[in-house]
Nanobody, 125 residues
Framework: QVQLVESGGGLVQAGGSLRLSCAAS????????MGWFRQAPGKEREFVAA????????YYADSVKGRFTVSRDNAKNTVYLQMNSLKPQDTAVYYC??????????????????WGQGTQVTVSS
């Protein structure tokens, strides 16, 4: 079992930045692919970014490419999402997730095994 705890959400003006963190429990963090997803009110949960076990590969949704950066520190059991040039449409609850299979970076929510509780990001115009 892995427990994931997100932090760093908040209220920011359009054009601003936030850095989300996701701390994981357990000794197997480095074996998991990690992903970030978000869910806005009335919408389905959508993929934002993912990073491979060794951080050698990263993937982004088209809507955030060039603005968001995913990274991880396996020594600290933590994955990050740096969000720049935020837009009102980025407003959502952001979740981090862990994929046990770890061999291929996947982008579908149903493929991830463990989830955090989410952190609210609100971008005002």
């Amino acid at each position: 079992q892995v427990q994931l705890v997100e932090s760093g959400g908040g209220l920011v003006q359009a054009g601003g930045s936030l850095r989300l963190s996701c701390a994981a429990s357990g000794r197997t963090f480095s074996s998991y692919t990690m992903g970030w997803f978000r869910q806005a009110p009335g919408k389905e949960r959508e993929f934002v970014a993912a990073i491979s076990r060794s951080a050698g590969s990263t993937y982004y949704a088209d809507s955030v490419k060039g603005r968001f950066t995913v990274s991880r520190d396996n020594a600290k059991n933590t994955v990050y999402l740096q969000m720049n040039s935020l837009k009102p449409q980025d407003t959502a609850v952001y979740y981090c997730a862990a994929d046990r299979q770890g061999l291929v970076v996947r982008t579908q929510a149903y493929e991830y095994d463990y989830w955090g509780q989410g952190t609210q990001v609100t971008v005002s115009s």
